[in-house]
């Protein structure tokens, strides 16, 4: 199994503006997630986008990976306080075997 | 209610004690994972089935955790004689890995609550 590592850890913005987060993992994968867990709840799948897609959209999110760098980031656009959430990436080594694993997160805040 | 369901949701229980959770996945799904977490961190991989068959177990599960899934469909996990440090949230996800696993996408309950005194 392989763990990404988001960064930044912690990230406020005001609602409306855009909010960035990024993750890096170390092995090559066949595809990368991105979830989302609202407090006190279990995660929720966003994206997932394959070792041979660059750039995902899926209503006000936009992924985008780089293999060659081995990073993601994961953009919402016109934040709202719904947004307010912990946000992991999940990269899937090859192969399918292994169990799919998280990093810290990031814990994006969307003030009023 | 089609989703991943976990009972209870919240439990606790005194030290020394036996503690058991149950997750009871979509209906279809081949493969079940378990999935620990205490405040601020991510989900920490405890063990995953595909269908009955336990596939992978972490290193850091001690020898007082116990999961089943004896028929392929619900799962329970068993802590005996809990530690303090046991205290945590216990996630239950499923998935349908149909070609191998490599595309799947996993699917939480929201988890059962464990507060060891």
């Known amino acids: 199994s392989q763990q990404g590592e988001e960064d930044p850890q912690a990230l406020s913005i005001q609602e409306g503006e855009n909010a960035t987060m990024n993750c890096s993992y170390k092995t090559s994968i066949n595809n990368l997630q991105w979830y989302r867990q609202n407090s006190g709840r279990g995660l929720v799948h966003l994206i997932l986008i394959r070792s041979n897609e660059r750039e995902k959209h899926s209503g006000r999110l936009r992924v985008t990976l780089d293999t060659s760098k081995k990073s993601s980031s994961l953009l919402i656009t016109a934040s709202r306080a719904a947004d307010t959430a912990s946000y992991f990436c999940a990269p899937r080594p090859g192969g399918g075997a292994d169990g799919l694993t998280f990093g810290k997160g990031t814990h994006l805040i969307i003030q009023p | 209610d089609t989703g991943v369901s976990q009972d209870p949701r919240h439990k606790i229980t005194k030290r020394g004690q036996n503690v058991t959770f149950r997750c009871d996945p979509i209906?279809?799904?081949?493969?079940l994972y378990w999935y620990r977490q205490t405040l601020g961190q991510g989900p920490e991989f405890l063990t995953y089935?595909?269908?009955?068959?336990?596939?992978?177990k972490s290193r850091l599960l001690s020898d007082r955790f116990s999961a089943e899934r004896p028929k392929g469909s619900f799962s329970t996990l068993e802590i005996q004689r809990t530690e303090q440090g046991d205290s945590a949230m216990y996630l239950c996800?499923?998935?349908?890995?149909?070609?191998?696993?490599?595309?799947?996408?996993?699917?939480f309950g929201s988890g059962t609550q464990l507060s060891v005194l």
């Open positions: 089935f595909q269908n009955e068959a336990q596939l992978e």
């Open positions: 996800a499923s998935s349908l890995a149909s070609d191998g696993g490599i595309n799947e996408k996993l699917f």
């Open positions: 209906s279809e799904h081949n493969r």
